[in-house]
């Protein structure tokens, strides 16, 4: 049966190959069908973009933040190679419909880091993603090899159920497949906005670049001038940003299908 979104908030769970997907669902206010936006934290996920899902549901938007498996609260074991999976186990839950104020021909995919990633992986995957937004992607997976075994414990793998060897090999295994600059240029003809910070710390703002110049319009790119990697310091223009580009899309238009 379909739920209201009365109180504005809502616990979810789902299934994702055989594991139980946790996540908070923010509903803008009325049962009336509205855009819903799937926002993708990183890796580990300690930024959960709960600031913008609060600022969409102002502006008549939902957003679900949902947590991949074997990481905050989801079952089974951490893996990067099954994120894309649970994303689209995601646009499955959603667009089944259950919560009145959803309109499921309206679903947009955001991502942070290597959420930002997942957000270009599946949109080109599933065009029921009718827009995409990347926020500090890796447009390649290197540096790791830098980081040594206690590094990686201490940054990622204590908030994931995985070891710093898994983790290794998680991100070996992944480097080896296509990825967002093979990929970006399959989203075409619906939009996608590329963001990045202009000090970002952990991947620079070159190679959210190099994902733009694959894409195909119609795209933006935008540099937070200053911003971290995690817009620490700049949720506000942050925010700004990626809510008045969603609105340009025309997807907030009751019925509109529409790619800006």
Partial sequence: MSQSGASGVAGVTFDSGGNRLVGTLYLARG?????????????????????????????????LVFHYRGCWGSTGSYDLGTITADVLAAVDYV???????????????????????????????????????????????GGLERLTDRDIEREFTRFLATSPAGLRRQFADIAGRPGPLDLVAAICPRPVLIVHGGADEWVPAAEGRQIYERARDPRRYAEIEGA????????RDLRELVVGWLAETGLCRYGSAGTG
Avoid at 114 to 125: D, S, V
Avoid at 127 to 132: E, G, K, S, Y
């Fill in 31 to 63: 049962d009336e069908p509205k855009p819903t936006v799937l926002l993708l934290h990183g890796c580990p996920g300690i930024e959960q973009n709960g600031d913008l899902a609060a600022d969409l549901r102002d502006q008549d938007w939902n957003a």
């Fill in 95 to 141: 667009h089944a419909g259950p919560f009145l104020g959803i309109d499921p021909d309206r679903l947009v995919v955001a991502g942070h880091s290597m959420g930002g990633r997942a957000a270009i992986m599946a949109a080109a995957a599933d065009d029921r993603l009718r827009a995409a937004v990347s926020l500090s992607a890796p447009a390649t997976l």
């Fill in 228 to 235: 971290n990697h995690a817009f620490s310091w700049h949720r």
